[in-house]
């Protein structure tokens, strides 16, 4: 390990040294750099839910329905019987579906001593996080804001933590579009933000003058983001 230390803080001197660890370090624009999309459902749980769907696609067939119910009807009955809601462990990036990065580390660059101090994120739940955000009442938070703002901190990611993220990156993409691809990582959390964004508002908004507009406003922003990922 190229870290040093003393009987207070662990740091590198240079994010070099941190890459000579086989650390990737991400420089963090803001707080959503901090969650993912929640792990998939496992393949096993998977490919339950999917034989159940068949199973009663076939059964519907056997009871000589005029018209069988259909493969889609049939997987959200499969999902609520193993107990997955449509949007949490799927594909769809929503505020349900969103969960941090754990366990993760991050630098924090001290200009004064030139130092990449470690620190360890608390893993805070995004809704949660930006509730301190707003009332200011956790020291942490704001000095974590702050830091970001001041373009301090950069995100620890190893080899697995990268593969992860690539294979998250993929599977919201190819669920997304119609054709196999990888969804940026800037992209993503453009989408991401966004989205819980739109989330909050239409939580406390829906009575206000206008709402309409502006859930249709928030719905041509997201088409455009994700035209992105088309060109």
Known sequence: ?????????????????????GLSPVKVNSLYYY???????????????????????????????????SMAACLVTAREYYNLSKKENSDE????????????????????????????????????????????????????VNWIADGSVFLLYDKQMVDDMTAMLTRVHNAKLSFKGKLSYPLFLEILE???????????AKDLT??????????EQLTELWRKAIK
């Open 93 to 144: 990036i929503t505020l349900d579906n969103i969960e941090p990065i754990q366990p993760l580390q991050y630098l924090l660059h001290s200009r004064s001593e030139n130092r990449y101090y470690i620190k360890d994120f608390r893993g805070l739940p995004l809704k949660e996080l930006f509730d301190l955000v707003y009332s200011g009442a956790d020291p942490f938070v704001n000095n974590l």
């Open 210 to 219: 206008g709402y309409r507009t502006v859930c249709h406003q928030f719905d």
């Open 194 to 204: 966004l989205t819980v964004k739109y989330e909050d508002y239409k939580d406390f």
């Open 1 to 21: 390990m190229s870290t040093h230390t003393d009987d207070i803080s662990t740091w590198y001197e240079s994010l070099d040294e941190c890459k000579a660890d």
């Open 35 to 69: 969650y993912r999309l929640k792990d998939a459902t496992p393949p096993n749980i998977k490919a339950k839910v999917k034989q159940y769907a068949l199973d009663l696609v076939e059964r519907s067939k056997e009871l000589g329905r005029d018209a069988p119910l």
